[in-house]
């Protein structure tokens, strides 16, 4: 986007047109997130560009900012599921002091709701053997 040389009050009209363009594209999932994902990071906004970001989504013809949005909410999703894991295996780890790489890649591959039941879960463990043990009892 630097070499596009965008002028930075112009930042937010062209998020705002990518994700327009990408939601009318009606690609598959994955294309549409890999593409929306390079989008918003390489052009991320302060909170005053996401003011008008958010004015410009308003302006779009209701079918078209509905699209837009459900592409912003997998956004949100993703950056909660990430947050949410990374505070489970940091108090794994500090609980543990090192998690196996099997155990951790176990981990990243569960669901939202799977590791909100292991952040529960969590405060119960006395050794990593619990931990294990209930990794286990899910996969089953």
């Known amino acids: 986007m630097a070499k596009m040389q965008i002028a930075p009050k112009d930042r937010p009209k ?7 363009l990408l939601a009318t594209l009606r690609l598959d999932p994955a294309r549409t997130q890999l593409i929306s994902g390079f989008v918003d990071t390489y052009l ?17 013809e209701a079918s078209t900012r509905e699209g837009v949005m459900q ?9 909660i599921e990430q947050v949410e894991k990374g505070i489970v295996l940091r108090q ?3 609980r543990f002091v090192e998690l196996p790489a099997s155990m951790r890649s176990k981990i990243e591959a569960l669901s939202l709701t799977q590791v909100e039941a292991l952040g529960d ?3 119960d463990f006395q050794t990593i053997a619990d931990l294990e043990a209930w990794l286990q009892a899910i996969a089953e």
Do not use: D, H, P, Y
């Open 14 to 20: 062209v998020k705002a047109e990518c994700l327009r």
């Open 44 to 60: 991320s906004l302060n909170a005053q560009e996401e003011q008008v970001f958010q004015a410009e989504i308003g302006r779009l």
């Open 71 to 79: 592409i912003v909410t997998s956004w949100m999703q993703q950056g």
């Open 92 to 94: 794994l780890t500090r």
């Open 121 to 123: 879960a969590l405060l």
